[in-house]
């Protein structure tokens, strides 16, 4: 029942944000209705959950894109434009399917990032430009949903 809370206090938070803070009586409904079926739909345990570890993941990941737009922006518009793809295998540190696939969709956002696919507890991410990447920035955003999500089962 706490999980349910949680996720309707989620959602009603993103639907503010999203509907710049107008709150009607279908979408209140919807919100409590979708709080109460998402734990049957996907299998994520809610107590691993860190409220603040969210809010660091989202704070990061706007700076890092808003920055990452700018430098893919100033190497479009070089006079000269010169790329380096390449590919690289990152080993994952979470291992529940939703952290695994919400550190696919993120790094997929990151700019430069060309594909990505996962197997086996790796992640193969096709880079457009060598200079794009950012092994630390990487690492960083896996810690930041290892503590957002599954910081509680540490041993």
């Not at 919100?31 to 704070?59: A, E, H, M, V």
Request: charged share 15%.
């Amino acid at each position: 029942m706490v999980a349910n809370l949680k996720l309707f206090a989620l959602y009603l938070f993103l639907w503010l944000i999203i509907s710049n803070g107008v709150l009607e009586i279908f979408p209140l409904a919807f919100i409590f209705l979708l709080s109460f079926i998402t734990p049957y739909i996907f299998t994520l345990n809610y107590s691993r959950i860190s409220f603040f570890g969210i809010l660091r993941l989202s704070f990061w990941f706007l700076f890092y894109s808003l920055k990452g737009g700018f430098q893919v922006a100033f190497v479009a518009l070089k006079p000269k434009l010169v790329v380096e793809p390449f590919l690289h295998t990152h080993h994952l540190r979470v291992h529940s399917a939703f952290s695994i696939s919400l550190l696919a969709s993120i790094y997929s956002l990151m700019p430069g990032t060309l594909s990505i696919q996962e197997k086996e507890g790796e992640l193969l991410l096709h880079i457009l430009d060598k200079t794009l990447f950012e092994l630390a920035l990487i690492e960083r955003f896996e810690g930041y949903v290892f503590d957002a999500f599954e910081e509680k089962c540490r041993v």
